[in-house]
Protein backbone atom coordinates (compact mmCIF):
# COMPACT_ATOMS: atom_id res chain seq x y z
CA UNK A 1 0.00 0.00 0.00
CA UNK A 2 1.37 3.67 -0.65
CA UNK A 3 0.35 4.35 2.47
CA UNK A 4 -0.37 2.09 5.50
CA UNK A 5 -2.93 2.73 8.19
CA UNK A 6 -3.44 1.02 12.11
CA UNK A 7 -6.02 1.97 14.22
CA UNK A 8 -5.56 0.07 17.41
CA UNK A 9 -7.83 -0.52 20.55
CA UNK A 10 -6.11 2.70 22.12
CA UNK A 11 -7.62 5.00 19.31
CA UNK A 12 -4.25 5.27 17.86
CA UNK A 13 -3.79 5.34 14.51
CA UNK A 14 -0.89 4.30 12.69
CA UNK A 15 0.27 6.37 9.26
CA UNK A 16 3.26 5.23 7.40
CA UNK A 17 4.45 6.44 4.11
CA UNK A 18 5.36 3.43 2.54
CA UNK A 19 7.66 3.91 -0.14
CA UNK A 20 11.45 3.35 1.09
CA UNK A 21 13.17 3.02 -2.06
CA UNK A 22 12.78 6.26 -3.32
CA UNK A 23 12.75 7.81 0.69
CA UNK A 24 8.87 8.07 0.97
CA UNK A 25 8.97 10.92 -1.39
CA UNK A 26 5.05 11.55 -2.23
CA UNK A 27 3.91 11.28 -6.32
CA UNK A 28 0.17 11.59 -7.19
CA UNK A 29 -0.69 8.11 -6.48
CA UNK A 30 0.81 8.82 -2.59
CA UNK A 31 -0.85 12.06 -1.72
CA UNK A 32 -3.82 10.99 -3.05
CA UNK A 33 -3.69 7.74 -0.59
CA UNK A 34 -2.35 9.95 2.35
CA UNK A 35 -5.27 12.32 1.25
CA UNK A 36 -7.69 9.72 2.21
CA UNK A 37 -5.79 8.89 5.27
CA UNK A 38 -6.62 11.76 7.04
CA UNK A 39 -9.90 12.06 6.23
CA UNK A 40 -10.72 8.57 7.41
CA UNK A 41 -8.54 9.58 10.87
CA UNK A 42 -10.76 12.84 10.97
CA UNK A 43 -13.84 11.21 10.40
CA UNK A 44 -13.63 8.10 12.66
CA UNK A 45 -14.84 8.81 16.04
CA UNK A 46 -12.76 6.18 17.48
CA UNK A 47 -9.08 7.38 16.26
CA UNK A 48 -7.71 9.98 19.18
CA UNK A 49 -4.73 10.52 18.19
CA UNK A 50 -2.40 9.75 15.30
CA UNK A 51 1.75 8.95 14.83
CA UNK A 52 2.72 9.96 11.46
CA UNK A 53 5.87 7.89 10.46
CA UNK A 54 7.76 6.85 7.37
CA UNK A 55 8.87 3.35 6.25
CA UNK A 56 12.41 2.10 6.39
CA UNK A 57 14.82 3.39 8.57
CA UNK A 58 16.34 5.93 5.95
CA UNK A 59 13.53 8.54 5.94
CA UNK A 60 10.47 9.83 7.26
CA UNK A 61 9.71 11.74 3.82
CA UNK A 62 11.92 12.78 1.22
CA UNK A 63 9.30 15.55 -0.04
CA UNK A 64 7.50 15.45 -3.44
CA UNK A 65 8.28 13.41 -5.78
CA UNK A 66 10.66 15.01 -7.91
CA UNK A 67 10.49 13.01 -10.87
CA UNK A 68 6.76 12.70 -11.03
CA UNK A 69 5.39 15.96 -9.41
CA UNK A 70 7.58 19.00 -9.45
CA UNK A 71 7.63 21.34 -12.34
CA UNK A 72 4.59 19.64 -14.11
CA UNK A 73 2.49 22.22 -16.23
CA UNK A 74 -1.53 22.58 -14.42
CA UNK A 75 -4.39 24.77 -15.79
CA UNK A 76 -4.17 28.04 -14.17
CA UNK A 77 -7.77 27.57 -13.19
CA UNK A 78 -6.48 24.69 -10.62
CA UNK A 79 -4.69 27.59 -8.59
CA UNK A 80 -8.30 28.54 -7.32
CA UNK A 81 -8.89 24.42 -6.21
CA UNK A 82 -6.86 25.61 -3.45
CA UNK A 83 -7.80 22.51 -1.04
CA UNK A 84 -7.81 19.93 -3.54
CA UNK A 85 -6.35 16.53 -2.20
CA UNK A 86 -6.74 18.13 1.24
CA UNK A 87 -3.51 17.35 3.57
CA UNK A 88 -2.84 18.48 7.07
CA UNK A 89 -0.22 20.50 5.48
CA UNK A 90 -2.76 22.29 3.05
CA UNK A 91 -4.64 23.21 6.00
CA UNK A 92 -6.99 20.13 6.16
CA UNK A 93 -8.66 20.56 9.62
CA UNK A 94 -7.71 17.42 12.22
CA UNK A 95 -8.19 18.55 15.60
CA UNK A 96 -7.21 15.10 16.61
CA UNK A 97 -3.37 15.25 17.52
CA UNK A 98 -0.77 13.90 15.45
CA UNK A 99 2.77 13.08 16.57
CA UNK A 100 5.51 13.09 14.09
CA UNK A 101 8.14 9.92 14.63
CA UNK A 102 11.03 11.42 12.18
CA UNK A 103 12.99 8.16 11.54
CA UNK A 104 15.39 9.81 9.70
CA UNK A 105 15.22 12.58 6.12
CA UNK A 106 12.63 14.89 6.47
CA UNK A 107 12.57 17.49 4.02
CA UNK A 108 10.49 19.53 1.66
CA UNK A 109 6.99 18.18 1.49
CA UNK A 110 7.96 16.05 4.77
CA UNK A 111 9.01 19.12 6.64
CA UNK A 112 6.35 20.86 5.75
CA UNK A 113 4.03 17.86 6.93
CA UNK A 114 6.01 17.72 10.27
CA UNK A 115 5.25 21.50 10.46
CA UNK A 116 1.75 20.33 10.29
CA UNK A 117 2.17 17.99 13.42
CA UNK A 118 1.80 18.72 17.21
CA UNK A 119 4.52 17.05 18.83
CA UNK A 120 7.37 15.60 16.84
CA UNK A 121 9.84 13.10 18.00
CA UNK A 122 13.34 11.71 15.80
CA UNK A 123 16.24 9.91 15.64
CA UNK A 124 19.76 10.83 15.91
CA UNK A 125 20.49 10.91 12.44
CA UNK A 126 17.22 12.54 11.03
CA UNK A 127 17.68 15.43 8.73
CA UNK A 128 15.62 18.39 8.21
CA UNK A 129 15.16 20.81 5.36
CA UNK A 130 13.14 22.78 2.77
CA UNK A 131 15.65 21.68 -0.11
CA UNK A 132 13.12 23.71 -3.01
CA UNK A 133 14.42 26.86 -3.71
CA UNK A 134 17.58 24.63 -4.88
CA UNK A 135 15.32 23.16 -7.36
CA UNK A 136 13.80 27.04 -8.43
CA UNK A 137 9.84 26.26 -6.53
CA UNK A 138 9.56 27.73 -2.66
CA UNK A 139 8.40 25.17 0.27
CA UNK A 140 4.77 25.20 -0.93
CA UNK A 141 1.79 23.87 1.80
CA UNK A 142 2.43 26.33 4.56
CA UNK A 143 6.58 25.87 4.37
CA UNK A 144 7.36 29.73 4.18
CA UNK A 145 3.88 30.02 6.47
CA UNK A 146 4.69 27.82 8.98
CA UNK A 147 8.53 28.04 9.56
CA UNK A 148 8.37 31.58 10.43
CA UNK A 149 5.62 30.71 13.14
CA UNK A 150 7.04 28.03 14.43
CA UNK A 151 10.72 29.06 14.45
CA UNK A 152 12.48 32.16 15.63
CA UNK A 153 13.14 34.66 12.04
CA UNK A 154 16.72 34.10 11.58
CA UNK A 155 16.19 30.16 12.00
CA UNK A 156 13.42 30.35 9.75
CA UNK A 157 15.12 32.18 7.21
CA UNK A 158 18.39 30.17 7.37
CA UNK A 159 16.00 26.88 6.03
CA UNK A 160 13.91 28.91 3.75
CA UNK A 161 16.83 31.17 1.88
CA UNK A 162 19.63 28.29 2.56
CA UNK A 163 17.88 24.92 1.46
CA UNK A 164 20.53 23.55 3.12
CA UNK A 165 19.79 20.63 5.82
CA UNK A 166 20.39 20.65 9.41
CA UNK A 167 20.51 17.78 11.78
CA UNK A 168 18.25 16.92 14.85
CA UNK A 169 20.50 18.18 17.62
CA UNK A 170 20.02 21.74 15.37
CA UNK A 171 16.03 21.04 15.59
CA UNK A 172 15.97 20.08 18.70
CA UNK A 173 17.56 23.36 20.08
CA UNK A 174 15.67 25.49 17.56
CA UNK A 175 12.33 24.00 19.08
CA UNK A 176 11.49 22.33 16.04
CA UNK A 177 11.25 18.86 17.56
CA UNK A 178 10.38 17.86 21.21
CA UNK A 179 12.89 15.23 21.57
CA UNK A 180 15.88 12.43 19.76
CA UNK A 181 15.75 9.38 20.50
CA UNK A 182 17.59 6.28 19.52
CA UNK A 183 15.89 4.70 16.25
CA UNK A 184 15.16 1.62 18.37
CA UNK A 185 13.46 3.58 20.87
CA UNK A 186 11.50 6.37 18.12
CA UNK A 187 7.89 4.46 18.22
CA UNK A 188 7.94 3.25 21.70
CA UNK A 189 8.29 6.79 22.50
CA UNK A 190 5.96 8.30 20.39
CA UNK A 191 3.38 6.09 21.37
CA UNK A 192 3.55 7.09 25.12
CA UNK A 193 3.29 10.89 24.09
CA UNK A 194 0.27 9.30 22.05
CA UNK A 195 -1.29 7.00 24.95
CA UNK A 196 -0.50 10.09 27.15
CA UNK A 197 -3.32 11.77 24.62
CA UNK A 198 -5.69 8.76 24.00
CA UNK A 199 -6.42 8.60 28.33
CA UNK A 200 -7.33 12.15 27.90
CA UNK A 201 -11.28 13.22 27.06
CA UNK A 202 -10.92 13.19 23.28
CA UNK A 203 -13.39 16.11 23.10
CA UNK A 204 -11.36 18.01 25.58
CA UNK A 205 -7.94 17.62 23.52
CA UNK A 206 -9.54 18.45 19.96
CA UNK A 207 -10.63 21.85 21.86
CA UNK A 208 -7.66 22.38 23.52
CA UNK A 209 -5.37 21.68 20.09
CA UNK A 210 -8.12 24.16 18.11
CA UNK A 211 -8.13 27.17 20.80
CA UNK A 212 -4.24 26.74 20.61
CA UNK A 213 -4.00 26.73 16.84
CA UNK A 214 -6.34 29.37 16.21
CA UNK A 215 -4.75 31.52 19.06
CA UNK A 216 -1.94 32.68 16.18
CA UNK A 217 -4.86 34.48 14.34
CA UNK A 218 -6.88 35.59 17.10
CA UNK A 219 -6.45 38.61 19.31
CA UNK A 220 -6.00 37.70 23.17
CA UNK A 221 -9.59 38.92 24.01
CA UNK A 222 -11.77 37.04 21.35
CA UNK A 223 -9.48 34.12 22.21
CA UNK A 224 -9.98 34.13 25.76
CA UNK A 225 -14.01 34.55 25.19
CA UNK A 226 -13.72 31.63 22.33
CA UNK A 227 -12.00 29.60 25.08
CA UNK A 228 -14.38 30.37 27.60
CA UNK A 229 -17.60 29.50 25.42
CA UNK A 230 -15.83 26.24 24.23
CA UNK A 231 -15.37 25.07 28.23
CA UNK A 232 -19.02 25.93 28.60
CA UNK A 233 -20.08 23.89 25.90
CA UNK A 234 -18.44 21.41 27.16
CA UNK A 235 -19.44 21.68 31.02
CA UNK A 236 -22.67 21.73 29.96
CA UNK A 237 -23.30 19.32 27.11
CA UNK A 238 -20.11 16.72 27.15
CA UNK A 239 -20.92 13.45 29.37
CA UNK A 240 -17.00 13.22 29.42
CA UNK A 241 -17.23 16.12 31.95
CA UNK A 242 -19.43 14.30 34.60
CA UNK A 243 -17.08 11.19 33.84
CA UNK A 244 -13.89 12.72 34.77
CA UNK A 245 -15.59 14.26 38.05
CA UNK A 246 -17.21 10.96 39.03
CA UNK A 247 -13.53 8.87 38.47
CA UNK A 248 -12.01 11.70 40.50
CA UNK A 249 -13.94 10.89 42.96
CA UNK A 250 -14.27 7.77 42.94
CA UNK A 251 -10.39 6.99 42.81
CA UNK A 252 -10.28 5.64 39.70
CA UNK A 253 -9.11 6.02 36.35
CA UNK A 254 -12.33 7.59 33.78
CA UNK A 255 -13.94 5.78 30.74
CA UNK A 256 -14.25 8.79 27.79
CA UNK A 257 -16.78 8.23 25.48
CA UNK A 258 -16.01 11.37 23.57
CA UNK A 259 -19.01 12.48 23.99
N1 LIG B 1 11.77 12.72 -5.43
C1 LIG B 1 11.98 11.66 -6.21
N2 LIG B 1 12.89 10.71 -5.93
C2 LIG B 1 13.59 10.86 -4.79
C3 LIG B 1 13.42 11.95 -3.93
C4 LIG B 1 12.45 12.91 -4.28
N3 LIG B 1 12.16 13.96 -3.52
N4 LIG B 1 14.28 11.83 -2.90
C5 LIG B 1 14.96 10.69 -3.09
N5 LIG B 1 14.56 10.11 -4.26
C6 LIG B 1 15.03 8.87 -4.85
C7 LIG B 1 16.40 9.05 -5.49
O1 LIG B 1 16.27 9.62 -6.79
C8 LIG B 1 16.90 7.64 -5.51
O2 LIG B 1 16.30 6.95 -6.58
P1 LIG B 1 17.21 6.07 -7.59
O3 LIG B 1 17.70 4.93 -6.72
O4 LIG B 1 16.25 5.65 -8.65
O5 LIG B 1 18.29 6.98 -8.05
C9 LIG B 1 16.34 7.05 -4.21
O6 LIG B 1 15.24 7.89 -3.86
C10 LIG B 1 17.33 7.05 -3.07
O7 LIG B 1 17.82 8.37 -2.90
P2 LIG B 1 19.37 8.79 -3.05
O8 LIG B 1 19.41 10.19 -3.56
O9 LIG B 1 20.11 7.75 -3.82
O10 LIG B 1 19.81 8.72 -1.53
P3 LIG B 1 21.02 9.53 -0.85
O11 LIG B 1 21.15 8.96 0.50
O12 LIG B 1 22.18 9.57 -1.74
O13 LIG B 1 20.49 11.05 -0.74
C11 LIG B 1 18.88 12.77 -0.21
C12 LIG B 1 19.39 11.34 0.07
C13 LIG B 1 17.62 12.98 0.64
C14 LIG B 1 19.93 13.78 0.19
C15 LIG B 1 18.58 12.94 -1.71
O14 LIG B 1 17.79 11.82 -2.13
C16 LIG B 1 17.81 14.19 -2.03
O15 LIG B 1 18.36 15.27 -2.04
N6 LIG B 1 16.51 14.05 -2.36
C17 LIG B 1 15.69 15.15 -2.76
C18 LIG B 1 15.09 15.88 -1.56
C19 LIG B 1 14.36 17.13 -2.02
O16 LIG B 1 14.89 17.98 -2.68
N7 LIG B 1 13.06 17.24 -1.64
C20 LIG B 1 12.25 18.37 -1.98
C21 LIG B 1 11.52 18.10 -3.23
S1 LIG B 1 10.80 19.56 -3.89
Known sequence: MPIDYALDEAGIATVTINRPDRLNALDSEHYAELSRTWMEVRDDPAVRCVIVTGAGEKA???GADIKAVVGQKVELWEVWRSQQTPLINRGLEIWKPVIAAVNGY??????????????RVAVPHAEFGV????????AGLGGTQRMVRQLPHALAMELLLTGDRVDSDWALRAGLI??????SELMATARR?????????????QAA???????????LADGMRMEQFTNTLLEQLS?????????FIEKRKPSFQGR
Open 60 to 62: FCA
Open 131 to 138: PEVKRGII
Open 106 to 119: CLGGGMTLLLATDI
Open 178 to 183: NKVVPA
Open 209 to 219: KELALRARDAS
Open 239 to 247: TDVQEGRTA
Open 193 to 205: YAESIARNAPLAV
